[in-house]
């Protein structure tokens, strides 16, 4: 029964994590991590019903509060980086290097 | 222990030192003037706690007070604290130090005045006395060793003030590198005495030394004298001395006439009871020293330049020193010491204001006339000039004839001859010394002046410092006259029936503190009878050179040059005794470390050692470089890798 509901999240992730690895516009890679954390949510609530523990389900609630707010910064960081080196490719900012 | 003089010693052997920080840390803050009037003002002050003290001593017999200011090194089975000894010898030296070094302190204000870096001028001439003032106060051998090294580091740094020339950089190194040697022999003989005696304090030492086998005593003692050598240039190591002249010359002055120079002597009498112990190291420094004052004293006559010619009477003098060392009577070397602290740093002084007069120049061909430029300069080199010539009745002529006949009364059981040969060395060096003195005088005082420029007398600030050693050379002599001269002049006070206590005043003053060998029986008509010959040879030297230089140009000293020339030419390159050990020494030593450079450092450390270190940060580096290169992808994979593989061992177990 629950075996299925950890296959999507896996599936979900792996979607999500490919897309963070593979893709090289900073949008696509804050959806991928998107992907991941409510893959996590749903994990979370699959087993909340598993268990009959509904701490469980308010976890997934906070996970998707935090990934609203994430979600703000990130973009506003996204646009703050395309003001500053006029674009969203990864490959364009390679700060992390020095 | 009187606490509050505890203090004042205390405070008068660190003033200068405090002195030199001012100068040097707030040099930028302070005037030129003030600088000097500072730097003078703490040696003066010094000074004046000295004499105080000196007072008190001489009142109390209670010496010698130790004053103990903290623990310094426990090594082992011996212990070296910082602690100072005040004796009569010690205090009667920092008297000298202090006095004769206030004296220059204040003419360099004069001198220096429009030199560059005046301030680091004035605190390097701080450091020196300070510690100069380390080296004659201290307790024991290690602290001495401390003062010993630090008046080393001082006259390199100012042999070296003007270090952008070349020359003068080199001179400076060259002190420096000799002295080394010297050094190095002076530790292995700290390092013997420690591990035979177990303790650095002089009295101790001096209280110890009868028990010491005589073999042992004699390598203590000859390694002690090799580091006098070194620092008070004698041979073979006083090659540096000359060159050093090329220093300021209130540094020549103070540091390569008065003070720092006459360490090995000083050295040699504090240790007096130890080199009483071996004869042969006695014969050795009379002959040594001796024949160091003949060597030195016929290069002297060659001379042209006026600071080299008194440099090499340094030498000299010092020589004389060391045969009344070696000759057990260390008194008559420490008065000697002092006197010719005062006529020496006073002839320094004065060819510095001739030197300052014409604006730098040295040689004394181009000087002669300047009688009637320089009246103050010139009577003042007259007296000085009298003095080390031996002519009484000036402090040398006192100084010296107790060392002369001192070192012709005395007997030594190893090498009997070498008293005899030592007096014949230096009653023919006594004759050059009035010979090269008066060419001096001659030369560069009378007949016409040959320069172009115009030459003005020095100010006061230079003159007045020389005026007193002056009044101090001429009239210190009667303190340490010997019993001979002493007792024609009692003959007067006798037949009113009083003793004067004239004879050997110096002697009593320094006696409790010094090394003495029995009673030596005193004869005093033969005494009287060697002091007419010492003033006899005097006058002939001094007469000699007046016949030969006073009328330039002499129809004889031509003659002497065209049939002498060869010989002359040897002496003037001075027995091209730096030649020599260039070949010697100078150039094996450097092929040697040339051809280790090469072998050692390029092949096998920067080739073989560096060369596998480079290639492996190298490869390292290659390979870690993958991992920072700044592509977002390329980090998320490597950090998943490590996710990975922290997964695998954390489900392994």
């Not at chain 2, 001495?144 to 390199?156: A, D, K, P, R, T």
């Not at chain 2, 004699?218 to 190591?237: C, E, Y």
């Not at chain 2, 002055?253 to 504090?270: D, F, K, P, S």
Request: charged residues 15%; positive net charge.
């Amino acid at each position: 029964m629950i075996y299925h509901y950890v296959v999507l999240s896996l599936i979900l992730f792996s979607l999500g994590l490919i897309t963070v690895i593979v893709r090289r516009n900073l949008i696509v890679i804050l959806i991928g991590i998107e992907f991941m954390l409510n893959s996590v949510g749903i994990l979370f609530v699959s087993y909340a019903r598993f268990y009959n523990n509904y701490i469980g389900e308010f976890v997934a609630l906070v996970i998707m509060l935090i990934a609203a707010c994430e979600m703000a910064i990130g973009l506003s960081i996204v646009v703050a980086m395309f003001r500053i080196y006029g674009s969203v490719k990864s490959n364009d900012i390679r700060e992390l290097k020095n | 222990m009187n606490y509050e003089l505890s203090n004042l010693i205390i405070i008068a052997t660190l003033l200068p030192f405090g002195g030199a920080l001012l100068n040097g840390i707030f040099g930028k803050l302070i005037s030129n003037r003030l600088s000097g009037i500072i730097a003078s003002l703490t040696i003066g002050v010094s000074f004046v706690l000295f004499v105080i003290f000196y007072l008190y001593v001489v009142k109390n017999s209670k010496v010698p007070y130790v004053i103990e200011i903290s623990n310094w090194l426990f090594l082992g089975k011996f212990q070296a604290d910082i602690s100072l000894l005040a004796d009569r010898l010690s205090i009667i030296m920092s008297l000298m130090v202090t006095g004769v070094s206030a004296l220059i302190h204040v003419y360099s204000i004069g001198y220096m005045e429009k030199e560059k870096g005046i301030k680091r001028y004035f605190s390097y001439l701080n450091l020196f006395v300070g510690f100069m003032l380390v080296l004659v106060m201290a307790e024991n051998i290690v602290l001495m060793f401390v003062g010993w090294e630090g008046v080393g580091l001082c006259s390199y740094l100012l042999i070296g003030f003007w270090f952008s020339e070349e020359e003068k950089a080199n001179a400076a190194r060259k002190a420096f590198i000799v002295n080394r040697i010297g050094d190095l022999a002076f530790i292995l003989g700290i390092l013997l005495i420690l591990s035979y005696f177990n303790t650095a304090s002089f009295r101790l030492i001096n209280d110890g030394a009868y028990k010491l086998p005589t073999t042992i005593a004699f390598f203590i003692t000859i390694l002690l004298f090799i580091g006098a050598t070194g620092k008070s240039a004698q041979i073979p190591l006083y090659v540096w001395l000359p060159d050093a002249m090329v220093g300021p010359t209130p540094v020549s002055a103070l540091i390569h006439a008065a003070t720092m120079v006459t360490a090995g002597v000083y050295m040699i009498t504090r240790l007096g009871n130890l080199f009483l112990m071996s004869e042969m190291t006695l014969a050795i420094i009379m002959l040594v020293g001796s024949f160091t004052a003949l060597f030195s004293a016929t290069i002297a006559i060659t001379q042209n330049d006026i600071k080299k010619v008194l440099a090499y009477s340094t030498i000299s003098q010092l020589g004389f020193m060391f045969s009344a060392a070696g000759a057990y009577a260390f008194s008559a070397a420490m008065f000697h010491l002092v006197t010719h602290a005062f006529f020496k740093a006073a002839l320094f002084l004065l060819a510095g204001s001739v030197i300052h007069a014409l604006s730098g120049e040295q040689d004394i061909n181009r000087m002669g006339g300047l009688e009637k430029y320089l009246p103050h300069t010139s009577l003042m080199f007259w007296l000085a000039s009298l003095t080390i010539a031996g002519i009484p009745p000036f402090s040398a002529f006192f100084s010296k004839d107790e060392i002369l006949y001192k070192v012709f009364i005395n007997e030594n059981s190893v090498v009997p001859l070498a008293p005899k040969i030592s007096y014949t060395m230096l009653i023919i060096t006594s004759f050059l010394t009035a010979l090269y003195i008066s060419r001096l005088y001659f030369k560069v005082f009378t007949g016409d002046y040959k320069g172009s420029l115009k030459p003005h007398e020095s100010p006061k600030v230079m003159l007045v410092p020389i005026y007193i050693l002056t009044v101090l050379f001429a009239i210190f002599g009667p303190i340490g006259m010997g019993s001979g001269i002493g007792h024609i002049l009692e003959i007067p006070a006798r037949i009113f029936g009083k003793d004067l206590h004239l004879v050997n005043t110096f002697e009593r003053l320094v006696g409790p503190s010094i090394a003495s060998f029995g009673t030596i029986s005193l004869d005093v008509s033969l005494e009287i009878f060697m002091i007419f010959i010492s003033v006899i040879v005097a006058f002939a030297g001094w007469l000699l050179g007046r016949y030969l230089y006073c009328h330039q140009p002499s129809p004889v000293v031509e003659v002497i040059n065209q049939k002498f020339y060869r010989v002359q030419n040897i002496i003037y390159r001075k027995y091209f005794v730096d030649e020599v050990y260039d070949f010697l020494i100078v150039k094996p030593y450097y092929y040697i470390s040339r051809s280790l450079f090469e072998l050692i450092d390029r092949v096998i450390i920067e080739f073989i050692i560096i060369g596998f270190i480079v290639k492996v940060t190298y490869i390292t580096g290659y390979l870690l470089r993958f991992f920072q290169n700044g592509y977002l992808y390329k980090i998320i994979c490597v950090g998943l890798i490590g996710l990975g593989i922290l997964v695998y061992f954390m489900m392994g177990k």
